[in-house]
């Protein structure tokens, strides 16, 4: 049997000095696929590897002799030399410098290559791999993302624009048939009226819950925090709920804990969004019965969980369906859909909130019998309850601004439609109203006047809403006059306008469509905040 020869390592350093190293790695230039080469101190190829040839088409002995920059391409020459000279000049200790350029294939045309290479004596070896399709892939990729963000951000845009101008006729719809419905009319004709109004209602929910999910899905959905009432974050939602249960023949019933109450930090306007989502839900899906909404607070010294529990007695579902009532454009089965209408976006938005704010919610529901959603969010508080039972204490002993006349109110809104709207409304609870066109009438209205309640539209020529709010909150601290409630009225129902809203000076923000329900709250809540 054969031995195999042993290898000595003291004999490695006595190989004799005429072998030459070049033609020692001949076989590994042949089998290489990566771009091998040697190269002398003055630039000209001393060996390449037979991968030039398949790669660039440029055959080794082609190569031999001629200087390795003459394929470079031109624009890529002066930081290519910049790289030989880092790599003539390293030191030992120093890291190896990855580096790419493009080199001219046989052909004409170009590729990219990516470099390593490290001097050793007075020869350069480098060894290089064709990245072009990687490259091209990395700026396509970057030329999608920065596409998408570009079209992320006019569909924002046209949300925006296109929420305001459906909002708009919208709210004229709305608010004429409210006040409609409250005039005397015959069976039939308060049949008609409620169809138009309950379609009305429908169109409005669609368009704020695309609006919203299209938002998250960008993950351009910001949440806030600020300090809030809680009574009067839920009102809105609770009394424009109510009047729909009670509409439909339903009971409709609050209960609180007692420490459910007093300023909290957080989102308020996402906290009364997912209470009104699941109230719409339970008198939506309820005929017989009731609804009720449980407000509880369970609190450590450490934190804080606000609990809102909302129960009725509509049709209920199974535990198949509960798997997927969360999911986007889903609902309990095909016949809800049928019946009730619906694009099942209202739970997932809700979901979605929740997790955002750091919560949770669960439902659990029997068919025939009823259903009911928890909600558990994280909400410290932003002053002790004492405090704020202490302060309410005292606000309560100050005499406060009795209306024992008509309420003043100035509107400033310049379409028509939505000016009529606001009258009909505001004519049965007998107030007074001032009405302008645009912003620059509103603040010269505002110094002509004593108001007190303004209604703002955001949108408006010559000057806009928040430019006319701004104004009249400096003209109520150069003539030292008590601020007056500003109510914003928009289209524009995107949180960044609602906080835009905010910023300006306004009490609130009412979003159009307008009905008597969420104006008069409105008016309620703005009123009794100052």
Not at 329 to 356: K, N, Y
């Amino acid at each position: 049997m054969a031995h195999a020869p042993s290898f000595d390592p003291e004999s490695v350093g006595s190989f004799p000095a005429r072998v030459e190293p070049i033609g020692d790695v001949s076989t590994f230039f042949k089998v290489s696929l990566d771009l091998l080469i040697i190269r002398d101190l003055e630039g000209r190829v001393l060996k390449a590897s037979d991968s030039w040839r398949t790669s660039l088409g440029h055959g080794p002995e082609e190569m031999e002799g001629l200087p390795l920059l003459r394929l470079v391409h031109p624009d890529d020459l002066p930081s290519t030399k910049d790289s030989v000279q880092e790599v003539e000049q390293r030191k030992a200790t120093d890291p190896v410098l990855g580096f790419i350029n493009r080199y001219r294939h046989k052909d004409g045309h170009y590729r990219t290559l990516e470099w390593r290479a490290q001097r050793f004596g007075d020869r350069i070896y480098g060894v290089a791999r064709d990245v072009t399709d990687r490259v091209a892939a990395e700026r396509e990729l970057i030329e999608a993302k920065a596409a998408a963000e570009a079209a992320s951000r006019a569909k924002s845009e046209f949300l925006a624009n296109m929420s305001h101008e459906i909002r708009t006729p919208l709210n004229g719809v709305i608010g004429i048939i409210d006040a409609l419905s409250r005039t005397p009319l015959s069976a039939e004709q308060m049949e008609m009226v409620d169809l138009v109004r309950d379609s009305g209602v429908v169109l409005e929910r669609l368009v704020s819950d695309f609006l919203d999910v299209s938002k998250i899905e960008a993950g351009q959905l910001r949440l806030e925090t600020r300090p809030f009432d809680l009574d009067q974050a839920l009102r809105p939602c609770i009394e424009g709920m109510r009047y729909r249960a009670e509409d439909k023949g339903l009971t409709f019933s609050v209960e609180r804990d007692a420490d459910a109450r007093g300023r909290f930090l957080g989102d308020s306007t996402r906290i009364g969004q997912i209470v009104g989502n699941l109230l719409s839900n339970a008198v939506k899906f309820t005929q017989v019965g009731g609804v009720t909404l449980r407000v509880g607070m369970v609190e450590t010294p450490d934190a804080a969980r606000l609990t809102l529990t909302i129960e009725d007695t509509g049709v209920g579902f199974d535990a198949d369906h509960a798997a997927r009532l969360f999911n986007r454009f889903s609902q309990a089965d095909e016949t809800i859909s049928r019946r009730f209408g619906g694009t099942g976006l209202g739970l997932s938005i809700c979901r979605s909130l929740a997790v955002m704010m750091g919560g949770e919610i669960s439902a659990t529901s029997e068919p025939g019998i009823g259903s009911r959603f928890v909600v558990s969010l994280p909400l410290p508080r932003a002053e002790t309850l004492a405090a704020y039972d202490a302060r309410d204490a005292q606000a309560a002993q100050i005499p406060g601004r009795l209306y024992d006349r008509p309420l003043r109110v100035l509107l400033a809104e310049d379409h028509p439609t939505n000016q009529r709207v606001v009258q009909l409304i505001l004519a049965s609870q007998g107030a007074e109203l001032v009405t302008v066109d645009d912003g620059v009438q509103a603040v010269a209205a505002f110094a002509a006047g004593d108001f007190d309640v303004v209604l703002m539209d955001m949108q408006m020529p010559h000057m806009d809403g928040l430019t006319a709010t701004r104004a009249i909150r400096a003209l109520e601290v150069e003539t030292g006059v008590a601020r007056t409630s500003i109510i914003m009225l928009s289209a524009n129902a995107m949180a960044e306008h609602q906080n835009e809203a905010l910023a300006a000076g306004a009490d609130l923000h009412v979003a159009k469509p307008i009905t008597a329900a969420n104006l008069l709250a409105g008016i309620q809540a703005a009123v009794a905040s100052l």
